[in-house]
């Protein structure tokens, strides 16, 4: 089973949000400063959402712990 590009890109857009959020949320609660809270997410945001696409895509190729589909979805 191997999963198209786009697939990759919507997955990366989404937990990326995630990520970001709880990143401004850390950095507000250690510094205290919303402006560099939300400064040092909107940074992370593009680097991680890059790392996480190729690394996304890379495991892509890799057949470790994947099952082998069948011809059918019927099975004895």
Do not use: C
């Amino acid at each position: 089973m191997s999963e198209k590009s786009y697939r990759s890109i919507v997955k990366s857009v989404s937990w990326r949000t995630i990520g970001t959020l709880d990143t401004i949320i850390i950095s507000l609660i250690i510094t205290g400063k919303p402006e560099m809270a939300i400064s040092i997410g909107g940074v992370e945001v593009f680097t991680k959402m890059a790392l996480y696409y190729f690394h996304e895509r890379t495991w892509n190729r890799i057949n470790f712990g994947r099952l082998k589909n069948s011809d059918s979805d019927y099975q004895i």
